[in-house]
């Protein structure tokens, strides 16, 4: 099997037991055992835990990417596709719920740096998913002529605060109830509503 396809299988299988069980409570011998390979042979593809749990947030990462980006070239409007994007959000929290709440969490096994580093990377290519949706829209007199970097920085910002408000309110230690991604979304809706309404109109300034 080819080197990238075996690597890939692995990852699909650590993705499904983490965000079944958890990173924390998965091992390396579980996922070995999942796809009936020696430990040995998983650590040849993978040398740690860290390198593996890093491997599948990155694929993640541009899955959603992926997703993102149909979102803005089958969508007829821009509201159309920022609901989009807050259900592709709302979805992924939903399926790997697990695997969310024990990255706030993780063991002592995993590089802390690395993972920080790949969430603002990952805030970061949403960010350029929002400017694509936003241009999008200006190209096609949706909305009129704006700071499109600056503008998605500020949207982002108060779809990150919604987030932030909705699970401190509900949290112990920082862990959301499953149902309030529901909650976030139906805020988050709303917020884009009112922000993209402000945008079809000229901001005057002094």
Not at 56 to 63: G, Q, S, W
Not at 77 to 104: A, P
Not at 123 to 144: H, P
């Amino acid at each position: 099997m080819d080197v990238e396809v075996k690597k890939q299988h692995i990852i699909e299988a650590a993705l499904k037991r983490f965000s079944h069980f958890g990173i924390n409570k998965t091992t390396m011998n579980e996922i070995a055992e999942d796809i009936s390979v020696s430990k040995a042979n998983l650590y040849y593809y993978f040398p740690d835990k860290s390198a593996l749990v890093v491997a599948v947030i990155k694929y993640l990462i541009e899955e959603g990417m992926s997703a993102y980006q149909r979102i803005i070239e089958e969508s007829g409007s821009i509201m159309d596709t920022l609901i989009g994007f807050l259900k592709i959000k709302k979805d992924f929290f939903e399926r790997h719920y697990l695997l969310h709440v024990t990255m706030g969490y993780p063991d002592s096994s995993l590089n802390l740096e690395e993972l920080n580093s790949l969430g603002r990377y990952a805030e970061s290519r949403e960010l350029e998913a929002i400017s694509r949706a936003f241009k999008k829209a200006i190209q096609t007199a949706q909305l009129v002529t704006f700071e499109v970097e600056k503008t998605s920085q500020i949207y982002f910002t108060i779809l990150k605060g919604i987030s932030m408000v909705c699970i401190a309110k509900v949290s112990n230690r920082d862990i959301p109830e499953i149902s309030i991604f529901s909650e976030i979304f139906e805020k988050q809706k709303l917020a884009s509503a009112i922000f993209t309404n402000g945008l079809r109109h000229s901001i005057l300034t002094n």
